[in-house]
């Protein structure tokens, strides 16, 4: 399986780190509260990287992958992406920089409800700078559709498919624009365990074949399976380790032995696929 990673964009840059940050700091300020969310954090990510960033609730990590994201901007520090200062780009900038550069997965997977799986997907097509035609859109979505092997389900909209498969498409609809990153904010938070290893073998494939990705977890056991660990305290971060990565599908191939254990988690809302019945 290969990702259709436009990865020409980044060869021959392998010493520019993709994303590097220095003092960068964010802080919210109303007339009523003010908080320093991210105060000074220096980090580099090379292309390649699976990093996951851990650290308690309130710690700054989605302030952190919203700045890495372009999706916001820091009060002060800065930021290159991919070797290009991005700190200071307009609000139109950065939104051009994003759909070229970032893809997204969140916890609530933030799906179209009434929308088939395929359509999802090919949204963030139709607000790409790429001029596509309707063909050419629709067979890129239909890739990534089977890159997260989700194929058979392209016609079924979110409430037909389990909360696995929804945070497939999800992953899809971040990879048909052929990103070099993915920023995954608690991909698996609403997942049961097993579920979530599948999603994280699926993170792992993508980054074998040279995704970058950033996932935030809660999870010391998720953590596990990523090549570096980052903990996020008050705002800084407070460890930043290599690790020998866990293989996810070596997990998921040893599941039976504990799942006995996990009966007792086991927990039909998440775990049942209305979408295999069809
Ligand atoms: N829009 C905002 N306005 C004011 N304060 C905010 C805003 N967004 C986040 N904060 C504050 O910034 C700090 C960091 O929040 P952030 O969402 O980055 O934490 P987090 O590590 O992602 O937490 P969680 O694990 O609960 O998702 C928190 O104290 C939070 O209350
Ligand atoms: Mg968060």
């Given at each position: ?11 021959g ?5 993709l ?67 991005v ?7 950065l939104?051009s ?25 090919e949204?963030?097509?139709l607000?790409?700078s ?37 945070q ?42 040279g ?10 056991e998720?953590?596990r ?25 070596e ?28």
């Open positions: 399986m290969k990702i259709p990673a436009d990865q020409e964009k980044i060869a840059k392998s010493d520019t780190p994303l590097k940050i220095h003092g960068l700091k964010r802080s919210y300020r109303t007339e009523t509260v003010s908080v320093d969310a991210l105060r000074g954090i220096d980090l580099e990510i090379r292309q390649g990287e699976f990093v996951a960033i851990m650290g308690a609730s309130g710690s700054g990590k989605s302030t952190l992958m919203n700045i890495l994201g372009c999706l916001d901007r820091p009060t002060e520090g800065s930021f290159f992406l991919d070797g290009q200062q700190s200071n780009l307009s609000r139109d900038e939104a920089v994003r759909n070229k550069t970032i893809g997204f997965v969140f916890q609530n997977f933030h799906l179209l409800p009434r929308t088939s799986a395929l359509e999802n997907v949204l963030p097509l607000y790409s790429e001029k596509l035609s309707w063909k050419e859109l629709h067979k890129r979505a239909t890739e990534a559709l089977e890159i997260v092997g989700l194929s058979e389900r392209a016609r079924h909209t979110p409430s037909e498919l389990s909360g696995g498969q929804q497939r498409v999800a992953i899809a609809r971040a990879l048909v624009t052929r990103p070099s990153i993915l920023l995954a904010d608690e991909p698996t938070g609403n997942l049961d365990s097993r579920t979530s290893l599948e999603i994280i073998g699926l993170f792992q494939q993508l980054n074998r074949d995704l970058t990705i950033l996932m935030v977890t809660h999870e010391p998720n953590a399976f990523a090549q570096r660990v980052i903990v996020m305290r008050d705002g800084l971060i407070q460890s930043d380790r290599t690790i020998p990565p866990r293989s996810a599908a997990a998921l191939a040893n599941w039976k032995d504990v799942d006995e254990d996990q009966e007792a988690d086991y927990d039909p809302e998440v775990s049942e696929s209305p979408g295999d019945a069809g």
